[in-house]
């Protein structure tokens, strides 16, 4: 039996077709899922009978479960169970502009970021598409509040999960589904080209960033294997294809690592890297985690390393930090309830 929230709109609509129904009918149920929040298809008036048999033996209604719940100031960390007891998190996190969650797009991660506490752990499988919705709709309903953004920045690397991720993505952003606006909602990766190449033709208005982290490839390639695979040159050659064809501006995420890639000339470099891309770095402070042994940089070596890129009119930004308390860095939690 399938999980009815794997299924976007398009999906239902080739259902109720192939049954000799009509296709509102795809709407009407997207409503009920969406808008009522129904927890039971017995609860659906408007769908005839015979229909509604067929979906209760054809799909679950079934949810994720919340085992863990870690609340800071603006900040909640959610982790869930899965139907085979793997775990994932999620992070809720309150901005004055809205709510928005960071969700998870793989049990684990293969990419093997040497910093990243969800790349020490091996990749067990991919999220399904409901798995990524029941984050959203599910933390949507414990803080009875309304999730205008989300960011897939959680644990997994989401273009190693290209089809289930664009099915999410539709999902949320229809408007009889989540209604999230497509600028509200940003795709993170480390860089996968030939994704990058698919996604800027996906007819949404998804915003991009890419983890970049290094400005030359001798040093990327040190802590972000994939850029083996794909280095900087040809990313960069991806990108701005990507911007003509978009149009969107593109956001480069860049970890300050003390004295692995925070220095000067790594911010003299950088400059020259993005020069005359239509983006803005966002610098991340790094959250330390006991696993690992790298080191957060110095305020004073952020502030000079901010300063440079802003001096050479670069548009950047440092990150809000939100829940260095509550092992709120990207994997940590699930780490810590899978290694007790
Ligand atoms: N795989 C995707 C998305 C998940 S990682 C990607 O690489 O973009 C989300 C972001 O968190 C990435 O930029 C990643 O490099 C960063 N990150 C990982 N561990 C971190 C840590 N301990 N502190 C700060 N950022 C971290």
């Known amino acids: 039996m399938k999980n009815i929230y794997n299924l976007t709109l398009e999906d239902m609509e080739e259902y109720f077709l192939a049954k000799k129904a009509k296709k509102f009918h795809a709407l009407q149920l997207f409503s009920w899922l969406y808008e009522k929040r129904i927890t039971s298809f017995t609860e659906i008036t408007n769908i005839k009978k015979e229909f509604l048999e067929d979906i209760k033996k054809d799909f679950s209604l079934n949810k994720l479960k919340i085992v863990d719940i870690q609340k800071d100031?603006?900040?909640?960390?959610y982790?869930?169970?899965?139907?085979?007891?793997?775990?994932?998190?999620?992070?809720?996190?309150k901005h004055d502009y809205g709510n928005s969650v960071c969700i998870s797009s793989q049990v684990g991660c293969n990419m093997g970021c040497v910093f990243c506490e969800s790349g020490r752990r091996k990749k067990v499988r991919n999220l399904d598409t409901y798995e990524m919705v029941l984050q959203i709709l599910m933390i949507e309903e414990e803080v009875g509040e309304r999730i205008s953004h989300v960011v897939v920045m959680g644990i997994g690397e989401p273009f190693d999960n290209y089809d289930n991720l664009v099915k999410f993505l539709k999902i949320i952003n229809q408007p009889k589904g989540l209604a999230i606006g497509a600028r509200h909602i940003t795709v993170s990766t480390c860089g996968i080209i030939p994704k990058i190449k698919e996604f800027a033709l996906l007819p949404l208005q998804i915003n991009l960033a890419i983890s970049l982290h290094?400005?030359?490839?001798?040093?990327?390639?040190?802590?972000?294997?994939?850029?083996?695979?794909?280095?900087?040159?040809?990313?960069?050659?991806?990108?701005?294809?990507?911007?003509?064809?978009?149009?969107?501006?593109?956001?480069?995420?860049y970890i300050l690592l003390s004295d692995i890639n925070d220095s000067c000339e790594c911010a003299l470099e950088l400059v020259q890297l993005v020069k005359g891309i239509n983006?803005?770095?966002?610098?991340?402070?790094?959250?330390?985690?006991?696993?690992?042994?790298?080191?957060?940089s110095s305020t004073i070596q952020i502030m000079r390393f901010y300063d440079i890129l802003k001096k050479n009119k670069i548009n950047v930004t440092i990150r809000r930090e939100f829940g260095g308390k509550i092992s709120a860095a990207c994997g940590q939690l699930r780490s810590k309830k899978e290694e007790q």
């Open 73 to 77: 100031v603006d900040v909640c960390k």
């Open 79 to 93: 982790l869930f169970e899965l139907e085979d007891n793997e775990h994932i998190e999620a992070v809720l996190m």
């Open 214 to 253: 290094a400005p030359n490839d001798i040093l990327r390639s040190k802590i972000m294997p994939i850029n083996k695979a794909y280095p900087l040159k040809e990313l960069i050659e991806t990108l701005k294809d990507y911007l003509k064809i978009t149009n969107r501006r593109i956001t480069f995420e």
């Open 279 to 296: 983006c803005y770095i966002n610098l991340i402070p790094y959250n330390e985690t006991n696993n690992l042994n790298f080191k957060r």
